[in-house]
């Protein structure tokens, strides 16, 4: 009777242990990575205006430059990242598998081709040196440009720069024109005299789109959290747009970056960050740059012609617009 009694006990023991454990891990807060680019820099205001806590769910938003940020998603390290379309891919391939639920924005004129001064067109890159970060979106950028203009990549001479470095390379003359984005991109343009913003997304609209993406993992276990945290993205946007709130929301966000609030305007004025009725239609499947799906077709393309990864990536598999869809 005494072993029974001692069985008991330890089950008992055994069971709460287990209980707490799994109160433990539902208590986990979401995990979010998110870096300097306004279509995240937004997720300030639900933090600063306490958003997150009027809807119900626990977060810890993480902030890093943009690689450590994939870097830190690849290791597990977080539950999601804030990450271009392309670069979802790229992170997946590496066996990072995510799954996009939401599309913030897409680049509006922040991604930019700038050339020093004297040069004014694309067509006259031809034979010129070009600083670009070389398989990450602003070749893609590049390229775009250059099919538009009737011009193929090797009419120009790829110089491999980081992007955070493109406005000194520029600035050294050491290259004739950079790719960049904010604020990379507007830092050339104030640094060289005479420089000059000769293409940029606003020139093809959905060539780059920025999104939330999760972990496989993380949305089976807290789909229901998840579809708190658009809800919430949503009331920033909101809160945003709002003429009796703009200038509040524009000032957080400056503060966060440590960018006057007059200047960090401009940068969001570069940004399309959707509404959820904008941002719907960008989630039907359709070929092209209107929709998700089409663009994340062409960078596939660009990443697979780029040996940025060996094999095509399924891009259906990347994208999950059910919890846009319910709201």
């Given at each position: ?31 979010i ?36 940020s ?24 590496t ?14 004129g922040?991604d ?46 790829l110089?491999?720069?980081p992007?955070?470095e ?5 600035a ?24 000059k ?7 093809e ?16 276990a ?7 945290v ?59 740059f ?27 598999e990347?994208i999950?617009?059910s919890?846009m869809?319910?709201?």
């Amino acid at each position: 009777m005494a072993i029974r009694k001692k069985f008991i006990a330890g089950a008992v023991s055994v069971v709460c242990a287990g209980l707490m454990s799994v109160a433990s891990a539902v208590a986990e807060p979401l995990k979010i990575g998110y870096s300097d680019w306004p279509g995240w820099v937004a997720w300030e205001i639900a933090l600063e205006k306490g958003m997150f806590e009027e809807e119900g769910v626990e977060v810890q938003f993480e902030w890093f430059d943009y690689v450590a940020s994939m870097d830190a998603f690849a290791a597990g390290q977080l539950d999601a990242v804030s990450m271009t379309n392309g670069d979802a891919l790229v992170t997946g391939s590496t066996g990072a598998k995510n799954v996009t639920i939401l599309v913030n924005d897409y680049s509006n004129g922040n991604d930019m081709v700038v050339a020093a001064a004297g040069i004014s067109t694309i067509e006259e890159l031809k034979g010129k040196k070009v600083g670009v970060e070389i398989g990450f979106v602003g070749h893609l950028l590049l390229l775009n440009a250059l099919e538009k203009a009737g011009m193929k990549e090797t009419d120009v001479e790829l110089v491999n720069v980081p992007t955070n470095e493109t406005p000194q390379v520029l600035a050294s003359g050491q290259v004739d024109a950079i790719v960049a984005w904010q604020p990379s991109s507007g830092q050339a343009l104030n640094l060289v005299p005479g420089s000059k913003r000769i293409y940029s997304s606003e020139d093809e609209p959905g060539l780059i789109y920025d999104v939330l993406a999760v972990s496989p993992q993380s949305l089976a276990a807290n789909r229901a959290e998840w579809m708190k945290v658009i809800k919430v993205w949503y009331m920033a946007v909101d809160y945003l747009k709002d003429p009796e709130t703009r200038d509040e929301a524009i000032s957080i966000m400056a503060a966060r970056v440590g960018i006057p609030p007059s200047e960090y305007k401009g940068f969001i004025d570069g940004t399309k960050i959707l509404t959820l009725e904008e941002a719907l239609p960008f989630m039907e499947k359709a070929k092209g740059f209107k929709s998700i799906y089409g663009s994340g077709e062409i960078a596939d393309a660009f990443n697979l012609a780029n040996d940025v990864y060996g094999e095509k990536q399924p891009v259906d598999e990347y994208i999950d617009p059910s919890l846009m869809e319910a709201l």
